[in-house]
């Protein structure tokens, strides 16, 4: 029989940075909810992440608990994970230290994420930005954690956590699960609704470029309005179609209609038609997270006592990685 101890783990995180989009909904929250029962799942609001770019103190404060309680709105259920905020649980900060010694340059400067981000915060190219990936490792690596479910936009940093993990175990000894990535085949990667062949991103200044959990239904429809497409005005996958190609994969990520259903569906009929429809379809999909988002966010007391908790458990269980790590170059234990 299956003892609960034998679950495979998964672990994943999200940064508090702003507000959280469909992409990451769709990419990677849906799947964490999903994961719940038959994995044992620990999730985390990145926050130390976070401040790799500049954080407003006040705004900062309340994204991480939105973040918190928008998670749980979702569906994350803290009867069934462990769901913490991760600068609560000391060992992140200093496994990621640890493994900023067993980690290159080189891959380092490889990381697209980083070259993307520095060329946007050019006046702030800090070195955490730099060694962001070795803290996602310890992230996962403290948990030995079996697979991690995310967006396609975080496969290049896996990647990396795996070679981090298979360097130390090759120095020291088995230490470290090198873990999988979980990556799903619909709404792995949501485009920008204005320019198409770049990610939905929270960060991107166009705010008609990313639609929002939290956005208002008026607002949904608009953004999905305005949503850039091409002159062909037929409802199919194509290529150069990169606009309809994306409304398409986030109509079929929301309904479970697959890309061709989705065509017979809309022949014959227009992009204006189109756009109301997965616009409609969206709304449908957040209305009922919103309505919880609201009951959690004014419950303080409620998500206080929600996220000591897993802090509390989360720090127990990474500790026994951490030691193990620790012994094995040569530390002395207290
Ligand atoms: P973050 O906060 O940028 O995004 C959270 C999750 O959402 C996914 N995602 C998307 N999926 C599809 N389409 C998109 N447009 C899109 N945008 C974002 C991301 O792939 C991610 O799964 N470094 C991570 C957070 C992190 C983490 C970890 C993840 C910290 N430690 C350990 C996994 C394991 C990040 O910045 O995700």
């Known amino acids: ?3 609960p101890e034998k679950k495979k783990v998964i672990f994943s995180a999200i940064q508090p940075s702003g507000t959280i989009t469909l992409g990451n909904y769709l990419g990677a929250l849906r799947n964490w909810v999903k994961l719940q029962d038959n994995y044992n799942c620990i ?6 992440h976070a401040i790799t770019v500049r954080q407003e103190p006040k705004t900062f404060r309340q994204n991480i608990l939105n973040a918190y309680a928008l998670l749980l709105a979702c569906g994350i259920d803290t009867e069934k994970s462990l769901f913490f905020i991760q600068s609560h649980v000391h060992t992140h900060a200093e496994l990621a230290w640890v493994l900023n010694c067993y980690t290159q340059f080189g891959e380092l400067s490889r990381m697209t994420q980083f070259k993307d981000k520095s060329a946007k915060h050019a006046d702030n190219v800090n070195a955490g930005l730099f060694a962001y990936p070795s803290l996602m490792a310890a992230d996962i690596l403290l948990y030995q954690s079996d697979m991690v479910p995310v967006g396609a936009d ?32 619909v709404g792995a990667r949501v485009m920008s609704l204005q320019e198409p062949t770049k990610k939905m991103s929270k960060s991107d200044e166009n705010v008609n ?6 956005d208002k239904p008026d607002t949904i429809m608009k953004k999905f309005k305005r949503a850039v497409t091409d002159s062909e005005a037929v409802v199919k996958v194509g290529e150069g179609k990169d606009g309809i190609n994306n409304l398409i994969g986030i ?5 479970g209609k697959t ?4 065509a017979i569906e809309f022949e014959g009929k227009g992009y204006g038609d189109f756009k109301t429809a997965v616009a409609e379809a969206v709304i449908e999909e957040v209305k009922p997270i919103q309505a919880r988002f609201d009951e959690y966010i004014n419950n303080k007391d409620y998500l206080v006592e929600q996220y000591r908790k897993s802090a509390e458990i989360a720090e127990k269980i990474s500790q026994r990685t ?3 790590a620790m012994k094995k170059i040569g530390f002395i234990a207290k």
């Open 154 to 185: 975080q496969k290049q940093h896996l990647e990396l956590a795996r070679n981090i993990a298979e360097r130390f175990n090759g120095i020291y000894g088995n230490t470290f699960k090198v873990p999988e990535p979980y990556i799903s085949t």
């Open 259 to 262: 890309a061709d259903e989705i």
């Open 251 to 255: 109509m079929s990520a929301v309904t």
């Open 322 to 324: 951490l030691d193990k």
């Open 209 to 214: 470029a990313w639609v929002a959990v939290l």
């Open 43 to 48: 999730f985390a609001v990145a926050d130390l």
């Open 1 to 3: 029989m299956d003892t």
